[in-house]
């Protein structure tokens, strides 16, 4: 529930507006997990709450952790749902990847979720809690957020196929006396929903953008993500071209590629990807080089470490700025693309 959403409901309960905002905190900022531990609360009202509310909707089926300290976990909704979070951990600045459906109805070809099919969209409660279960597992309840959590919309699911329940998200979490997670910590990761990027330039304070592009051309393109045959590459990069018109100042967005070996990691894809991102202010755009997980139940490999250093090499040698992505946790399959992969 939205802040106002909240107010509403205890407004039909009879209740002061002030009410809203002290349970608003208990969730958000002191992440309490159940009505009774609102001890600031009257014990009718926490009674009251508990037989005609809930705070809990997600719990917690398992838990990995793996040897570089990245953590995932594997989550059920009331309905049986599964969801999937993972915790990433870095010198000063922890990130917390979330997903924002349970499976994906896209059906990237290198993608383990994708074998699932949708299962079905999150709600906006469902995503605010994914951060809450993390960074109370990791820094204890109540604690402070650290100040640089950053939050990645890369876990399971396409988040434009649920653009508004996740917008409602956002703002929830960006409350100064909630989470404080402001957008411009959030990254949102699409595979090129054409029309939502459009909304989302439109959209005062909104998170950052990234596009997983994967191939530079279409009929590869069309191969390993096939919403590419709705949306082919021509017409994502007019919307890409359209939101690098709404950056901000100093605001980069980002291309993410995913490097298949021996599929789109040759220096030609290097040049046609190069080619492909001509038309952008060059330092607007940077990219994101993914190895692939390797993951034995999909047909791709991991490209050499050579070929992706080559591939970031030849990028920059045509002036666009190429970060490699260090797969985390790959022991515990909490690598890109690779969640879902027990259920599977
Ligand atoms: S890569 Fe992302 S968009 Fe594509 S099928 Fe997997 S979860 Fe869905």
């Known amino acids: 529930m939205t802040r106002a959403e909240l107010e509403e409901m205890f407004l ?10 002290q349970v608003f905190r208990a969730i958000h900022q002191r992440r309490l997990r159940a009505f009774d531990e609102m001890t ?20 917690v ?72 279960i993390v960074l109370n597992d990791v820094y204890g309840v109540a604690a402070e957020t650290p100040h640089g959590t950053n939050l990645v919309g890369m876990g399971a699911g396409e988040p434009f196929l649920n653009f508004d329940e996740l917008i409602k998200a956002v703002r929830i979490m960006g409350e100064p006396d909630g989470l404080h997670i402001v957008p411009n910590r959030i990254t ?3 595979a090129g929903i054409v029309p939502r990027i459009r909304d989302l330039a439109l959209l005062p304070d909104r998170p950052h953008l990234a596009i997983s592009l994967t191939a530079a051309n279409d009929e590869l393109r069309d191969r390993l993500m096939p919403i590419n ?8 990069m007019s919307a890409a071209k359209e939101f690098e018109a ?18 789109n990691d040759s220096d030609r894809d290097a040049d046609r990807l190069a080619e ?13 080089l993914i190895p692939h997980n390797g993951a034995d139940q999909l047909d791709y490999a991991a490209s050499t470490p050579e070929r992706v ?6 990028l920059g040698s045509k002036g666009v700025d190429a970060y490699v992505r260090t797969p985390r946790g790959r022991d515990i399959f909490a690598a890109c693309g690779q969640l879902a992969a027990k259920a599977i």
């Open 246 to 263: 709404s950056l901000r100042r100093g605001e980069r967005f980002t291309f993410e590629y995913v490097m298949l070996g021996g599929v």
């Open 61 to 132: 089926t398992s838990r990995y952790v793996s040897e570089d300290g990245t953590r995932r976990y594997l989550m059920r909704t009331v309905d049986q749902r599964p969801v999937e979070t993972v915790f990433i951990p870095s010198e000063g600045r922890d990130t917390i990847c979330f997903s924002s459906q349970a499976g994906c109805p896209l059906k990237c070809d290198f993608c383990l979720t994708a074998k699932l099919g949708l299962l079905r969209s999150l709600t906006a409660g469902e995503i605010v809690e994914q951060i809450l």
């Open 12 to 21: 039909e309960f009879g209740e002061p507006r002030y009410r809203a905002d």
């Open 309 to 314: 250093a080559a591939f970031k090499q030849r």
């Open 188 to 190: 949102i990761s699409t």
């Open 40 to 59: 600031d609360l009257p014990k009718k009202l926490r009674q009251k709450l508990a037989a005609e509310a809930d705070i809990e909707r997600l719990t």
């Open 276 to 288: 492909l991102l001509d038309r952008f202010q060059l330092s607007r755009v940077k990219v994101n």
């Open 229 to 236: 045959r709705k949306y082919p590459i021509n017409e994502l």
